[in-house]
């Protein structure tokens, strides 16, 4: 496991409703050669998100910010 948190500056790349989501963008960067991580802002088993309950966000290292960007531009994972 790639450790994001030491002297980088992590920046959110991608926001979401849901793990589940955020575990596919996550998969997707780190196909590419991008570490991330996921900062979600509650787990539950119950799969609900209720006004902004369950955000999940997909964190990089500042200077892989473009990088990360431009593969969530090309091709989507929808």
């Given at each position: ?33 991008i ?15 209720v ?28």
């Open positions: 496991m790639v450790n994001l948190m030491g002297k980088n500056e992590l920046v959110v790349v991608y926001t979401t409703q849901g793990a589940l989501r955020a575990e596919i963008i996550k998969s997707k960067l780190e196909s590419a050669g570490p991330a991580m996921i900062k979600s802002e509650a787990q539950s088993v119950i799969p609900m998100t006004d902004g309950i369950g955000k999940a966000e997909v964190l990089v290292a500042k200077e892989n910010e473009v990088e990360a960007r431009e593969v969530l531009k090309t091709g989507s994972s929808d």
